[in-house]
T-cell receptor, first 116, second 116 residues
Framework: AQKITQTQPGMFVQEKEAVTLDCTYD???????LFWYKQPSSGEMIFLIY??????QNATEGRYSLNFQKARKSANLVISASQLGDSAMYFC?????????????FGKGNQVVVIP | DVKVTQSSRYLVKRTGEKVFLECVQD?????MFWYRQDPGLGLRLIYF???????EKGDIPEGYSVSREKKERFSLILESASTNQTSMYLC???????????????FGPGTRLTVL
């Protein structure tokens, strides 16, 4: 079974600073995809960024980037230049390619609070 | 833009009532999912469906059933609601698992259900 681990306690980060959210995963399949989602207090899950297991480069999307270390099975999310609107829960998720049906395994999330 | 809607944002029901949570997506996605989200536990998959009238149990199906009579609609049913089913319920949809970021799941706004 696939497993995603997010163990950091709630984090406070100063506005305009960078923050790194840890995610480790466990799978024996060679082909998989990793997703990060943001959930603000409104409740809706928002897709942020994706990293495929065979991607040669770390994924980037605007202020979001992934520090993907395949050998360590970690996919940490880096948010640069934090903004007040970044305050949210952040979830890491994994899909095993070929599993079918796009089923995802989610971590328990990291709470981020950005302070002015 | 993909749109996933859920019938209610907030719902209060009595123990023993039959509860229907409705989810509709407008992107012709094959896959649809129901999760429940509880503090400290992250998202847990209840049921998913990969086609009309097809369903598969997720990690915590006990006490729930689902129905998918039309491709765009996926219903979660609590046959006899209990207080331990008080939770946030999230619906999601996605295209088939062809691989890559486009296969991300798209989430609805969630339904916060309270069972008294």
């Amino acid at each position: 079974a696939q497993k995603i681990t997010q163990t950091q306690p709630g984090m406070f980060v100063q506005e305009k600073e960078a923050v790194t959210l840890d995610c480790t995963y466990d799978t024996s399949d060679p082909s998989y995809g990793l997703f990060w989602y943001k959930q603000p207090s409104s409740g809706e899950m928002i897709f942020l960024i994706y990293q495929g297991s065979y991607d040669q480069q770390n994924a980037t999307e605007g202020r979001y980037s992934l520090n993907f270390q395949k050998a360590r099975k970690s996919a940490n999310l880096v948010i640069s230049a934090s903004q007040l609107g970044d305050s949210a829960m952040y979830f890491c998720a994994m899909r095993v390619e070929g599993y079918g049906n796009n089923r995802l395994a989610f971590g328990k999330g990291n709470q981020v609070v950005v302070i002015p | 833009d993909v749109k996933v809607t859920q019938s209610s944002r907030y719902l209060v029901k009595r123990t023993g009532e039959k509860v229907f949570l409705e989810c509709v997506q407008d992107m012709d996605h094959e896959n649809m999912f129901w999760y429940r989200q509880d503090p400290g536990l992250g998202l847990r998959l209840i049921y998913f469906s990969y086609d009309v009238k097809m369903k598969e149990k997720g990690d915590i199906p006990e006490g729930y059933s689902v129905s998918r009579e039309k491709k765009e609609r996926f219903s979660l049913i609590l046959e006899s609601a209990s207080t331990n089913q008080t939770s946030m319920y999230l619906c999601a949809s996605s295209p088939p698992g062809a691989g890559g970021p486009l296969d991300t799941q798209y989430f609805g706004p969630g339904t916060r259900l309270t069972v008294l």
